[in-house]
């Protein structure tokens, strides 16, 4: 079954650090960009960042920029977001997402998680 | 960065009946070099992921049903139901993907059933 599953998320005190994961399954992982998206509760989407499909390439939202670090284990099928810094405001649900087309960076998502919720809060 | 608009914030359809949502971009997402428009649109159940409905402002993805449709270009856009089911209570986003990577989402558009 084509599908991804992220884990990770937890309650963390502002200024902690946290790091998500992404499991991939059913196609052919290091041949796709991959983003993380997210959502604050009851909100819109905020695009937060992208790695292409080899890692050598990665793109960030202003608002993460320099806080949060994206990559991936191709060997495991896996994408991670290394979020430190974190304030009240990354709080959200926060998806992986799978770029349309392989080796291309489309930037538009034809394949997400269900989600794992990220809390920051003291 | 793009901003995106979304009208309405929401609407109430019959069943079987046509829903039509605008979206609107700060600037315009068409690319003159290919002549297309890098905007897509996604569909939110309650509690669920998004879905891709159609890219390029107008191909539908595989598998999405015919009665959902997409057109405009530049900054205008338009998201059509063309017969309102139950399963299509949704949020729908667009998103423009002109100016990476500052992806931007609009607001979203809520619709029910009337």
């Known amino acids: 079954e084509v599908q991804l599953v992220e884990s990770g998320g937890v309650v963390v005190q502002p200024g902690g650090s946290l790091r998500l994961s992404c499991a991939a399954s059913?196609?052919?992982?290091?041949?796709?960009?991959m983003h993380w998206v997210r959502q604050a509760p009851g909100k819109g989407l905020e695009w937060v960042s992208l790695?292409?499909?080899?890692?050598?390439?990665?793109y960030y939202a202003d608002s993460v920029k320099g806080r949060f670090t994206i990559s991936r284990d191709n060997s495991k099928n896996s994408l991670y977001l290394q979020m430190n810094s974190l304030r009240a405001e990354d709080t959200a649900l926060y998806y992986c997402?799978?770029?349309?087309?392989?080796?291309?960076?489309?930037?538009?998502?034809?394949?997400w998680g269900r989600g794992t919720l990220v809390t920051v809060s003291s | 960065d793009i901003v995106m608009t979304q009208s309405p914030d929401s609407l109430a359809v019959s069943l079987g009946e046509r829903a039509t949502i605008n979206c609107k971009s700060s600037?315009?997402?068409?690319?003159?070099?290919?002549?297309?428009?890098?905007l897509a649109w996604y569909q939110q159940k309650p509690g669920q992921p998004p879905k891709l409905l159609i890219y390029?402002?107008?191909t539908r993805e595989s598998g999405v049903p015919d009665r959902f449709s997409g057109s405009g270009s530049g900054t205008d856009f338009t998201l059509t139901i063309s017969s309102l089911q139950a399963e299509d209570v949704a949020v729908y986003y667009c998103?423009?993907?002109?100016?990476?990577?500052?992806?931007?989402f609009g607001p979203g558009t809520k619709v029910d059933i009337k």
């Open positions: 600037q315009s997402v068409l690319y003159s070099s290919n002549n297309k428009n890098y």
């Open positions: 997402a799978k770029d349309k087309s392989s080796g291309w960076f489309n930037w538009y998502f034809d394949l």
């Open positions: 790695i292409s499909w080899d890692g050598g390439s990665t």
């Open positions: 390029w402002a107008s």
């Open positions: 059913g196609f052919t992982f290091d041949d796709y960009a």
């Open positions: 998103q423009q993907y002109y100016s990476t990577p500052r992806l931007t």
